[in-house]
């Protein structure tokens, strides 16, 4: 191997590594300051690198964050739908864990955020409905009551799915105080 191509992989790695580095700091400084006070420059200076070296990878704060949340860095305990054999309380109680964390200090700009990134770059959204499972998951759980008699044979379960999602991105979008129930009326909007 020449040196001119040690060189190179080191590169590569170092690379890698300064990528990691600035996911890692997104992770830490989302869980201490919020995302409305998380900055490219914090980003830069917890990670050790420069600005330049982050905007080479990422056009935004919020496709950092998209990609720290991607990468399980920034929620890895995010809500999923439990299975108590109830459906309705099942939806509620994920849906209420949503509301939730949005509701928490610093919180309130992340689906923002994560619609932005989605808004910048159709693949960013595609990689976060990946990364997350909530299509997936919340799909699965839908089919398992429509097969258990909860929920009618013919419920069509992507656009409820859909509606569902798509019900609490515009609540948090409104950025107005969640009523207490909030996710009950929701839910048994979609299920009526």
Not at 26 to 55: C, M, N, P, W
Not at 103 to 122: F, H, I, M, T
Request: one cysteine or more; glycine letters at 8%.
């Amino acid at each position: 191997m020449s040196a001119s191509a040690g060189v190179r992989r080191r590169g590569a790695v170092r690379s890698e590594e300064a990528r990691m580095a600035i996911l890692d700091a997104t992770g830490r400084l989302f869980a201490t300051q919020g995302y409305d006070h998380l900055t490219i420059e914090g980003i830069a200076a917890e990670a050790g690198v420069s600005k330049q070296t982050i905007y080479r990878w990422w056009s935004s704060k919020s496709a950092v964050v998209a990609d720290a949340l991607i990468e399980d860095l920034l929620l890895p305990d995010h809500p999923v739908v439990p299975d108590t054999g109830d459906i309705r309380a099942d939806l509620i109680a994920w849906m209420q864990s949503l509301i939730d964390l949005v509701a928490q200090p610093g919180n309130d700009g992340l689906v923002r955020s994560l619609v932005a990134a989605a808004c910048e770059n159709p693949d960013i959204g595609t990689r976060l409905n990946d990364a997350l499972g909530i299509t997936a998951t919340v799909s699965t759980r839908i089919e398992a009551a429509v097969d258990a008699g909860q929920l009618p044979a013919d419920l069509p379960v992507t656009e409820f799915v859909r509606a569902l999602v798509g019900g609490f991105v515009l609540h948090s979008l409104e950025r107005s105080e969640p009523a207490p129930d909030v996710a009950e009326r929701l839910v048994r909007a979609l299920l009526h």
